[in-house]
């Protein structure tokens, strides 16, 4: 099992940017891919960027394709998400989550997610 815990959320005006990470502890980190979900209020929680287990892949929603970057520093259990140029329509409760195989998009595949971390883009 693998315990993760998010932080770097907070208030930002439009335009500007956050750095959101994900600290992970219990098992080895490398073995786990790593995703960045995102959850506003009356709507589903969606998926906003995954990293596979050695950083090599990528992915991203459309809607944060060119503004925001996922990374990983195995070493330090670290997944980190760089938020740039947010606009309001970025705010919701943005979540970490791993699974022990390759990444993905949908939030049903991870067994294992953080308790969230508010972001709030005023405009």
């Known amino acids: 099992q693998v315990q993760l815990i998010e932080s770097g959320g907070g208030l930002v005006q439009a335009g500007g940017s956050l750095r959101l990470s994900c600290a992970a502890s219990?098992?080895?980190?490398?073995?786990?891919?790593m995703g960045w979900f995102r959850q506003a209020p009356g709507k589903e929680r969606e998926f906003v960027a995954a990293i596979s287990r050695r950083g090599g892949n990528t992915y991203y929603a459309d809607s944060v394709k060119g503004r925001f970057t996922i990374s990983r520093d195995n070493a330090k259990n670290t997944v980190i998400l760089q938020m740039n140029v947010l606009n309001p329509e970025d705010s919701a409760v943005y979540y970490c989550?791993?699974?022990?195989?390759?990444?993905?998009?949908?939030?049903?595949?991870?067994?294992?997610w953080g308790q969230g971390t508010q972001v709030t883009v005023s405009s």
């Open positions: 989550a791993a699974r022990m195989s390759a990444a993905a998009t949908n939030f049903n595949d991870y067994a294992y």
């Open positions: 219990g098992r080895t980190f490398s073995n786990y891919a």
